[in-house]
């Protein structure tokens, strides 16, 4: 069975750092040619958006207009993780974040609700002015 394990939310004031890890089990990246993960995001009332994914050809990565410049993903695929490094976080990052996972993924980088096979359950991300 698939599991995606997420820590690193929390609290912290407009301007702080947080980074956001993704550990996953029951399956290896290796048994894949390619696949991507990422990071995503509900805000209360709001869709799930994509934030940032990362495809396993040649690390292409993905990022949203508003964290572009603040916002870092990497991956370690020999750890089945993937990791979301936020700087300068503002209020309107707070969310519930969630880590996806999607085996066999094509190009080009898909990063929507719709993108993913596999989600972790979510960690909260809050950010006080």
């Known amino acids: 069975e698939v599991q995606l394990e997420q820590s690193g939310g929390g609290l912290v004031q407009a301007g702080g750092s947080l980074r956001l890890s993704c550990v996953g089990s029951g399956f290896t990246t290796a048994d894949y040619d390619n696949w991507s993960m990422g990071w995503f995001r509900q805000a209360p009332a709001a869709q799930r958006e994509g934030v940032s994914c990362i495809h396993s050809r040649d690390a292409i990565t993905y990022y949203k207009n508003s964290v572009k410049g603040r916002f870092t993903i990497t991956s370690d695929g020999a750890k089945n993780a993937v990791y979301l490094q936020m700087d300068d976080l503002k209020p309107e990052d707070t969310a519930v974040y969630y880590c996806?996972?999607?085996?066999?993924?094509?190009?080009?980088?898909?990063?929507?609700?719709?993108?993913?096979?596999?989600w972790g359950k979510g960690i909260l991300v809050t950010v006080s002015s």
């Open positions: 996806g996972f999607k085996p066999k993924a094509s190009l080009p980088l898909r990063c929507n609700m719709y993108s993913m096979d596999y």
